[in-house]
């Protein structure tokens, strides 16, 4: 074996914020599981939501028509591609019934997870404080500690139907609170967005002075009820959104999203955004433009997939004895684990180890998840179908 190049011990000191996070969880899970599979261990992998459909052959010829134009391979606007923006905003129109000007009310991003970044530091000051969703999307608390906000957890329960208390988060010191993290239909526990709710968050976030941040990649994906929170009256006072093609359109590794809100938002986001990249591939972004245009039957497809997928994944939950809702949208299921078992982490692991068959422990999100499970949709349905198998045996 080769000897390295860099040799002694590294004496430069990380700096606070990095020691303030962890690695993404999955980012550790995966190379675990990629060293059980060089050990010869065959694993079915339940735990990530990266779809594993094509995106459209049609969005696909775009882009390699694009790419074999010359003028295509400079740097692009910083804005985005009037072309996107513009896509963006029919759609929004079409499905969500929210006008956005194209021009000065959306601006296209690397994913919406780059956009998670840019809004935190657009508004986030070192001390101040960031109402995240226990449990929820991991990256909210992280980023917040990473840019020197300090995390408020707030509690989603099934018994409010995995909403936000509003009435208790009330009674406690907000005077810190510069920003709140809300994503329906929610991740993980895949309830869905309600009107009603969304009116009392954007007079919530009125009344105290708090952006609310809303992030909405899982509308399409077994639901169709699509609500945009921008929609409410007076929603563009205090309020953004986030969105992406990652699910919906199956391009997640594309790395196409948007943020969405009042043009004066919008205009303090690109002063972050636009110290940090460059703008998109051009012919990923008139793709991604084409691939909005593809309206209902893309959708019909899609879901079709997911229905057959669903079902068999229900069916495990219920060889495994889970408790979970019918009612759930999105690419996952979530699912309480019996009393049998510890804790999630308990049933994971057991699934893991025993059975090779990777799920997500609901602690992953949170405290509030420490007794549930996660699966995956994104998987066929041959791979459903072995998981299956293996847990019956």
Known sequence: MEKSAINGKPIVKCSNRVSEVSEYYFSQKLREVEIMRESGVNIINLGIGNPDLPPSHSAIKVLESCACNTNNHGYQSYSGLKELREAFSAWYKSYFDTHLDPNNEILPLMGSKEGIMHISMAFVNPGEQVLVPDPGYPAYSAITRLIGGEVIKYNLTPENNWYPNLSQLQTIDLSKVKLMWINYPNMPTGQRASREVYEQLISFGQKNNILICSDNPYSFILNQDHI?????????????????????????????????????????????KSNIDSGMFKPVQMAAAHALTLGDEWYRYINQEYTKRRSIAEELLYVLDCSFNLEQAGMFLWAKVPDCYQNGQDMANLLLYKKHILVTPGITFGEQGSNYIRVSLCANENLLEEALKRVKS
Do not use: T
């Open 228 to 272: 945009s929170i921008l929609s409410i009256p007076g929603a563009s006072s205090v309020a953004l959104e986030l969105n992406s093609i990652s699910k919906s359109h199956n391009m997640s590794g594309w790395r196409i999203g948007m943020v969405a809100g009042h043009k004066e938002y919008i205009k303090e986001i690109m002063k972050a």
